[in-house]
C-alpha cells in the first residue's frame, strides 16, 4: 500500500498545520504531569519552612505571655452577682480569652481560664458533680482545683487567682496551666 494514501486516511488536517500547531503550544501532556525530585524537595522544604516558621511563632507567644509586664488587676462582679452554685463568664487578661467565675461556697471562689487543655475547647461548669466538663473529648476537671480527672486532658485547668475586696471579685493574674 502506499504510504501517502495511509497518511491521508489517519488525519483530516494537513502535516504542515499540525506541526505550526505544536510550535506555538509546546505542551508535552505526560512531561508536564510529572513531579521532578527538584520540585517535591522544593515542595517539602516550603511545608518544612512554614512548620517551623509556626513553631517559633508559638514559642515567641509563649515567651511574651510569661515576660508580660505585671499582671492586669480587673473586677468581675460583685459578690452578690452570683448565687452559691452559680457562674459567669468574663474576659482576662484580654478580649480573646474567656475565663470562668464559678461560686462554689458562700465565701469560696474559683476562676479557671475556660479552654480545655487537651484541644482548646470551651468546658462547662457542672457545679452539681463538682467538676468542668468539656465536649469535644469528654474530659473532666475537678472544680474546685482545675484538675484533670478523666479524659484526653493531661494539664490543669489555667487559673484565674482572684481577690475579693469591698464586697467585689477581682483577677489579679492567669496561673499557666501546668503539669
Ligand atoms: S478538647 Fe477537651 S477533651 Fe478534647
Redesign the pocket.
Known sequence: MNPESTSIQNTTQPIQEKTKWREDFPVDVPLDSYISRREFVKFLVMISGAFTLGQFWIAFMTYTRKHAGPALTQKIAGINDIPVGGYLAFHYPDHRTTCLLIRLEENQFVAYDNR?T????P?IPQVEKKELF?P????HFNLADGRPIA???RRPLAKVRLQIKGGDIYATGLEAATL
Open positions: 480545655c487537651h484541644l482548646m475547647c468546658v468539656c469535644c473529648h469528654k474530659g479524659g484526653p486532658p
